[in-house]
């Protein structure tokens, strides 16, 4: 982003607002008075900010009462439905007339002539209800011929194997390091470890499927409802699908069932449904269904990691070398490279992608990251291992941060490793169970960007908005809209109205890199701020006071010339209120957070299934908003985390060329029976002002974490997710032979 | 198009079905899901869900009678079961999930006849004895024969199961139950084993075990039965009946596990079991 190597003036800060010109809103940027940052309160004076504040949506999405886009009903609707192809492969014709012939259907076409990957979707059809539309598929007379495919990694690198892109199956490598100087530093080491490690491809799996309802008419304007983490960013390609200009297309997001970074666009669904819309001139609704989600909405990369490192006795990692191959479908993958947090002096990496037949892979919570971080921490725990030396202490001696040195004592504190007895040996696999503890540490850059412009505004009534174009992924957005602004103002949280997802309002970067809270709450507090400013005047004039003499409080204003209540004081303003609009302050963004977890896990060794028992979490986030969110935001990713562990794998038949796991019967997620005690907690000791998303951070460590338990427990090291029952078992009867 | 019957008795039900192409639905938590498939379409489904001959769980001469139609969920619940068998209240509690044994029912997990049915191995274990009727009249048939190969039951077409018999259980009838699937909860079993024995002390009698997921149906584990019937039960002896289990089953490699896991922890279930009625490990 440019906002770095601006211009600059004197005791001035440009920002970007909109304007409207001809009805219509205009971006342009203006220069402003640089006034000091407009920091939070301090935090002993929060009566909201930092507490566990309940979601603000909270009841309108426990009643049903919060609409999401696939609930969107509306006059006229018709209901898409998509065809996925069942092959690797295969070239496609398709008799579409028996379909436009069926009852209540009125689209039905063809998409592609030649697939390209396993699930591609090859017709789309529309009808007056889901039903009819399902009667519309069937009704479609197809004709495959299936091309040769590539499903796994064997299939893609063999001689003659098809082509997934015309330079080859197997990406140019990219490499850095110096061989030398790395095999010199593998001769200082008293343990080197040798090993290969892979994660499978995972799933994003979002409550809500991905989704667009558009609705057009034919005429001037369109509303598009979209299932998408970026409001704003969904507009120019819907408008492009409806032959519109941006200006014409509103882009509508108020509830939303997940994203996990699958959702930034507007997506197949989106501009399929547009095109559909565009020429019927009715509204459409297209939600893909789970099958859809699974094969065509990208997924986490997966990767196979060839890891050689080493330590000297002392416990510094001196060497690593990695190979890694990135599994991303017909994308290239995503990977965040070895060594991954921990310094290492030399290091020789190699990273190259292999191409399939399957859908492309695309961001998915801390893209890259936990697939290095499974890898690092394995290898990381195998060297302690070989040192017999305590995993926390060998941990300390290769972090350089020391958030992650003080979190690791606290996080082993809690989790009960200074009293567990396999601290610097693992357990045996004799008896019928063991219990273990494993450790994994994590990092994230966060920091924001400087494109939210937020809108509060007050009415003459005592009534007050906080507006702004993000989107809620669920994740607790619109709860500190409100609450920063109640603090700044000293109302009740149910005081601040709070509005968002909706691309006529100010604007908002898409929701990934865990920014929007960075980005995003500066803005907020900006705006908090300024009415606060706008308030105090108002007061101070009536009192005859100066306004930094006027305190707002719960009661209302006070200042030494007498009170006023909240009501009498937003009376004070002219008929139509007041409004400001705030801008992104960076002095309100951190960035770089550290996290570490913990896992404590019983294997049972007669079945070989792992029952997590525990994971701790200790998460920096800078200065924290809402708590209760924080909270639920590391206990999301470390169910994810767990799940990635123990379950997630997608599966695929390369001979037969078939989805083994396109539904969540074949392709399960950790349950509620399968949650342990978490401890999720809120670093209290990063003391930094600004505000962080922990999105992302929380998700990276745990798998690594579980693995290097369940190898503590009874010495088994198992090196490939997900780590079912049938491996571990595997894995236990192997060291009880040798 | 389809057409839905709802029937108010079993003679009705008999007669709708009699019809061609029509079948019978209970809680149609199977046949919902294999009717999601394009081609597939009924002319005719016959709700069993009002038949009173197929409701209710009642004492039966010592033992007990289960209708077809009673859901997971009132076995679950059901006092009678809770304390006469409570395996099958067990099993109920282990069939997908709440929601699932609000609707499931036993008939139709007896006539679905997946391997992995987890009522099967139950009934079997318990030598439950099916009642069947049809156009042409009733007839009763030993739980043992009544799955003869993959998907393929003892019902001729027409025919309904009306419900079961549990002969009567006393206090020294040893009921043991084990479900091992992928994860906790609406899980499809990788394996799946029921046992009773009386036990005489350190023998078990009239040991029956049976287990699902491990043969194309479930199937009586009857060398393992064999080794330990009658005989002063030692750990060894326990080992010893686990391994002739893995040996006489034929599981797959499918999307949930390995043959190999499943003949590996069908051994070890069985061990397992078969101390604990000794009060040893659970
Ligand atoms: C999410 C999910 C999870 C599940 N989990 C499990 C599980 O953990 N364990 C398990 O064993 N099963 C499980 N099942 C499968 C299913 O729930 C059971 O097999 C259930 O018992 C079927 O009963 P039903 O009444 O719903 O049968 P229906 O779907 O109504 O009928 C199934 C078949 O039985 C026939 N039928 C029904 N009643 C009779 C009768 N009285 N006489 C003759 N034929 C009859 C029908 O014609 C049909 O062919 C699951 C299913 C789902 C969808």
């Not at chain 1, 039903?131 to 796994?152: H, Q």
């Not at chain 1, 499974?374 to 305590?390: H, I, N």
């Not at chain 1, 958030?403 to 610097?424: C, S």
């Not at chain 2, 999601?36 to 005719?44: I, L, S, Y």
Request: proline fraction near 5%.
């Amino acid at each position: 982003m440019s906002f770095m190597q601006e211009e600059k003036r004197p005791g001035k800060k440009k920002i970007k607002t909109t304007r409207v010109v001809n009805g219509l809103d205009v971006e342009e940027e203006v220069w402003v008075d640089d006034l000091e940052a407009p920091l939070f309160k301090p935090r002993e004076e929060c009566r909201l900010l930092g507490t566990r504040m309940k979601r603000v949506d909270g009841p309108a999405k426990l009643t049903g009462a919060a609409e999401y886009t696939s609930d969107v009903r509306l006059e006229g609707m018709l209901y898409a439905k998509v065809l996925l192809c069942p092959f690797g492969r295969a070239k496609v014709k398709i008799d579409a007339a028996p379909a436009l012939a069926s009852k209540g259907c009125v689209h039905a076409r063809q998409l592609v002539d030649e697939t390209k990957y396993l699930g591609q979707p090859v017709a789309v059809v529309a009808a007056a209800t889901p039903e009819l539309a399902e009667d519309a598929l069937r009704a479609l007379v197809v004709e495959y011929e299936p091309l040769p495919w590539v499903l796994d990694r064997g299939q893609a690198l063999a001689e003659g194997a098809p082509e997934v892109r015309s330079r080859g199956n197997l990406g140019r490598p990219t490499e850095d390091g110096d061989a030398g100087e790395v095999e010199a530093a593998f001769a200082q080491c008293a343990v080197v470890v040798e090993q290969e490690y892979s994660v499978p491809v995972q799933h994003h799996v979002c409550l809500e499927t991905h989704g667009t309802v558009v609705d057009y008419r034919g005429g001037e304007d369109a509303i598009v409802y979209c299932s998408t983490q970026s409001t704003h960013g969904i507009v120019g390609d819907a408008a492009e699908s409806l032959g519109l200009r941006k200006a014409q297309v509103r882009g509508i997001v108020q509830h939303m069932g997940g994203g996990f970074g699958s959702k930034f666009g507007l997506e197949r669904a989106g501009t399929l449904a547009c095109e559909i819309s565009r020429e019927q001139k009715r509204p459409v609704h297209l939600m893909w269904n789970r099958e859809a989600e699974f094969l065509t909405s990208g997924n986490r990369t997966g990767a196979w990691q060839r890891v050689k490192a080493g330590a000297n006795k002392d416990g510094r990692m001196l060497a690593m070398s990695s190979d890694v191959e990135r599994y991303g479908g017909i994308g290239g993958g995503s990977h965040a490279g070895l060594p991954y947090l921990y310094s290492v002096e030399k290091s020789l990496r190699k990273h190259a992608s292999v191409y399939m037949h399957l859908d492309t892979n695309c961001a998915m919570r801390a893209p890259g990251h936990p697939q290095a971080s499974f890898a690092m921490e394995s290898v990381v725990d195998e060297l302690a291992a070989g040192l017999g030396m305590d995993a926390v202490e060998f941990r300390k001696r290769n972090l350089n941060s020391p958030a992650h040195l003080r979190q690791l004592d606290r996080v082993a504190e809690l989790i009960g490793w200074n009293e567990h007895p396999n601290r610097t040996a693992p357990g045996s696999v004799d008896g019928f169970e063991a219990v273990g503890i494993g450790f994994g540490c994590s990092r994230w850059g966060v920091g924001g960007s400087p494109v939210c412009q937020v809108d509060v505004r007050v009415m003459n009534d005592g009534s007050v908005t906080a507006e702004v174009g993000s989107q809620d992924l669920g994740t607790g957005t619109r709860t500190y809209l409100a609450a920063i602004v109640a603090e700044e103002l000293g109302r009740p949280l149910d005081g601040v109205q709070a509005r968002l997802g909706d691309s006529r309002m100010g604007n908002a970067n898409g929701s990934g890199g865990s920014t929007t809270t960075p980005s995003l709450a500066p803005a907020v507090q900006d705006a908090a701020r300024q009415m606060r400013g706008v308030l105090s005047v108002a007061a101070a004039e009536h009192f005859g006071c100066a306004p930094e003499e006027v305190v707002l409080d719960p009661d209302g204003a006070r200042a030494p010339g007498g009170k006023l209540t909240w009501l009498e004081l937003c009376a004070l303003l002219p008929p139509e209120g007041a409004s400001v609009r705030g801008t992104w302050q960076s002095d309100l963004a951190v960035s770089g957070v550290a996290c570490t977890q913990a896992a404590r896990v019983r294997v049972d060794l007669l079945t070989g299934r792992v029952k997590v028992e525990k994971m701790v979490c200790l998460q920096e986030c800078g200065r924290p908003l809402n708590r209760l969110a924080l909270e639920s935001q590391i206990r999301g990713a470390m169910t994810q985390a767990l799940s990635y562990a123990l379950l997630e794998e997608r599966r695929v038949d390369p001979q037969l060329g078939i989805a083994l796991s396109a539904d969540l019967e074949t392709y399960k997620i950790a349950g509620s029976l399968e949650i342990p005690e978490f401890v999720a907690l809120v670093d209290d000791d990063d003391l930094r002002e600004g505000v962080a998303g922990v999105g992302e951070p929380p998700v990276i460590p745990g798998a690594g974490a579980i693995a290097n338990a369940v190898f503590n427990a009874c010495g088994v090291r198992l090196r490939h997710l997900p780590l079912t029952p049938d491996k571990v078992l595997n894995a236990i009867e192997e060291r009880k032979s040798s | 198009m389809t057409v839905a019957l709802r029937p108010t008795s079993l003679s009705e039900a008999l007669d709708a079905l009699g019809a061609n192409g029509a079948v019978a639905v209970a809680g149609c938590t199977d046949l919902m899901v294999v009717d999601h498939a394009p081609a597939r379409a009924h002319a005719t489904v016959v709700d069993l869900s009002r038949l009173p001959e197929l409701r209710g769980v009642r004492e039966d001469s010592g033992g007990l009678w289960i209708g077809a139609a009673t859901t997971f969920a009132e076995l679950r619940e059901s006092k009678l079961v809770r304390e006469r068998f409570p395996i099958v209240a067990e099993m109920a509690g282990t069939i997908g999930a709440l929601q699932i044994q609000n609707r499931a029912t036993v008939g139709g997990n007896i006539a679905n006849a997946s391997p992995a049915g987890d009522s099967l191995p139950v009934w079997m274990a318990l030598d439950a004895e099916v009642e069947i009727a049809g156009r042409s009249g009733s007839r009763r048939v030993p739980y043992d024969e009544m799955h003869r190969a993959y998907r393929e039951t003892a019902l001729a077409p027409g025919e309904l199961i009306v419900g079961l018999r549990l002969p009567a259980a006393d206090e020294a009838l040893e009921q043991r139950f084990r479900k091992v699937g992928t994860r906790a909860a609406q899980a499809i079993s990788k394996v799946v084993v029921a046992l009773a024995a009386r036990v005489h002390g350190d023998e078990l009698h009239g040991l029956r075990i049976a287990a699902g997921s491990v043969a194309p149906t479930p199937v009586r584990l009857r060398a393992a039965e064999a080794l330990v019937e009658g005989q002063p039960l030692t750990p060894d002896l326990a080992a010893a009946a686990g391994l002739a289990a893995a040996r006489e089953v034929t599981p797959i490699d499918d999307v949930r596990s390995t043959a190999d896991y499943r003949r590996f922890v069908l051994a070890r279930t069985v061990r397992r079991m078969l101390l604990a009625c000794q009060g040893g490990e659970a």
